[in-house]
């Protein structure tokens, strides 16, 4: 097992502010503040909505929500938005972050139970394949360490799907670098599929064709009430003869002692 989180009993607000990562409070910031925690250092926006000596609160579920409301890219860097991308980031995750405060306490119970990430009405977050309720296009998704980054193609990188570094590494020039590429790759599988399936249905036709009897011939057609022949694999048919004992052969004898 793995430890996903910790419960900890502590007394004052001295001593619970000494487990505060430091983390921005964006519901409480404005966007001059924004921006500075946003430039604070170079990383991914992924990464960094989901740090919490960066942004308070966010976690991975929200950031690709978020992201996918600001129609960024999960792999954008931080320090390279301008003023327009940074004030969409920022409108973005206070929606977001306020549309979900507002869901929660509307349809949790006083206990919640089953507590999950995944929930259906998300537009991205663990739907992987489904459409994007924006735009129509299959969601993305790449799996990196025990994490995921889920976002629309169409909506968040201009068409260009993100390299997964696994797959990506194992595929190499087969990879699809654009939705167009992957959409292609998807109808030649799919017609690869229909022929395999019409090769095999021709094959079970002619199979069946050579079965049945000449009707010229008068030859009789197999019994349909007749049981089915078992198949017995060579060397597993019975013997006629039993076998012989060990130790004696047929006609041979032994003194017995006195």
């Known amino acids: 097992s793995k430890k996903r989180a910790s419960l900890q009993l502590v007394q004052g607000e001295a001593a619970l502010a000494a487990l505060d990562p430091g983390g921005l409070e964006v519901l409480a910031a404005d966007l001059p503040s924004f921006r500075a925690a946003l430039a604070r250092e170079s990383h991914t926006l992924k990464r960094t909505l989901t740090d919490p000596a960066i942004f308070s609160g966010i976690g991975n579920a929200y950031s690709d929500e978020i992201l996918h409301r600001a129609r960024l890219s999960p792999f954008k860097r931080s320090t390279d938005l301008d003023d327009e991308e940074t004030g969409r980031l920022y409108a973005a995750t206070r929606d977001t972050l306020v549309e979900w405060l507002q869901r929660l306490r509307r349809d949790t119970p006083a206990f919640p139970e089953k507590v999950t990430a995944f929930r259906p009405e998300m537009a991205v977050h663990g739907r992987f394949g489904l459409p ?65 399936r019409a090769a095999g249905a021709a094959a079970a036709a002619a199979t069946a064709a050579a079965a049945a009897p000449d009707p010229g011939s008068g030859a009789p057609g197999p019994d349909p009430a007749a049981p089915a022949a078992r198949s017995i694999p060579a060397g597993a048919a019975p013997s006629a003869a039993p076998p012989a004992r060990r130790g004696r052969q047929a006609g041979s004898s032994r003194p017995r002692s006195r």
């Not at 790449?142 to 994490?147: F, K, L, M, R, T």
């Not at 992957?182 to 030649?188: A, I, M, N, P, Y």
Request: net charge positive; with cysteine; hydrophobic share 35%.
């Open 132 to 196: 994007c309720p924006r735009c129509g296009a299959p969601v993305q998704r790449i799996v990196y360490a025990e994490n995921q980054a889920n976002y629309c193609a169409a909506c968040q990188t201009g068409g260009r799907l993100l390299a997964d570094r696994a797959l990506s590494r194992l595929l190499k020039a087969d990879w699809p670098r654009t939705l167009v590429q992957l959409e292609e790759r998807q109808r030649d599988q799919r017609g690869l599929r229909d022929q395999l």
